[in-house]
Each structure stands twice: as C-alpha cells, then as structure tokens.
C-alpha cells in the first residue's frame, strides 16, 4: 500500500441506503489506489455512515486508519474518551481549525482534510452549504473526487 488518504464531504441528511456504495468506494480505494488513511468528521449523517463503512471494510484490512476529524476538542468527546478510542484509531484537531473563529472552524478544518487528502467522497445533492463548499474546494485543489 502506498499510505494515500480520503475525506468525505456530504450532506447532514444523507439516506442509511448510503452506506453500501461507501463500503464499495473505500473498499475500491483500498484494494486499487493505495488507500490507507480515512479522516471523517463527526457532522451529521453522511460523517457517521462514512465511518461506519470504513470500520465495515477495516474488518478485512488491518492496516487501514480512521481518524476523527474535529475542529475543536468538545466537552463530548473529552467526556467520552473510552467510547472514541475503540471507534476511530486517533483523534486528530487541526491547528489551524483549533484557532479559528467559532464561526469558520468547521469550514477550516474542512479545507485541512481536503489539503491532507488524496481523495474525497461526496454526496452532494444541493449547490450551497458545508459540504457543496467543501466539494467546490476540493475541485480547485484538483484532488480526484469520486461523486456517490
């Protein structure tokens, strides 16, 4: 494997019949791209079906690596420290998100992932909001989108 990574950018209200062409796409990108690092958020429905699929297909692939993505430490994931560590392998918070205004840090850390990645899955179904934002970003970065 050559240790490429991915990000996930799609709507908050995306459909649970979602999750089987996820585990196919990161199953594709494992087995033919070289992909071994998965950062998602933890925004809505489309973070957690992401990181349900990667988990799914991490069952077949030891060495690949789900890392949450969050732009600031919350008092919910510092409360629930055991519940994170046994469903993502690290906990990342971007410097950059981290001294953010409030408002932009979602935004920022969006960018980060997108600036750290290879590739990005999406699921974009309207032409405004965080994740249209983030795929439109991802475009002008030129890292290859694979659209469900």
């Known amino acids: 494997m ?17 999750k ?14 070289g992909v071994t690092t998965f950062y998602v ?4 429905r489309f973070d957690a079906l992401s990181a349900s699929a990667v988990r799914a ?12 993505v969050v732009p600031k430490m919350s008092s919910t994931i510092d ?15 971007p410097a950059e998100s981290d001294a953010a205004h409030y408002k932009a840090m979602i935004t ?10 290879d590739y990005i899955i999406t699921y ?6 965080g994740a249209y934002n ?3 970003y991802a475009k002008k970065q030129n890292i290859s989108i694979i659209a469900l």
């Open 134 to 136: 983030t795929y439109k």
């Open 41 to 44: 958020g933890n925004h809505g």
């Open 20 to 33: 089987s062409e996820l585990v196919a796409a990161v199953t594709d990108l494992i087995e033919n791209k």
């Open 108 to 117: 920022v850390r969006n960018r980060w992932m997108v600036d750290n990645s």
């Open 57 to 68: 297909v991490k069952q077949n692939y030891k060495d690949i690596r789900l890392i949450l």
């Open 124 to 129: 974009i179904r309207r032409e405004y909001g």
């Open 79 to 93: 409360n629930n420290k055991d519940y994170y560590s046994d469903m993502y392998d690290e906990i990342l918070i």
């Open 2 to 18: 050559s240790n490429k990574s991915c990000t996930f950018a799609g709507h908050s209200t995306a459909p649970d019949t979602l």
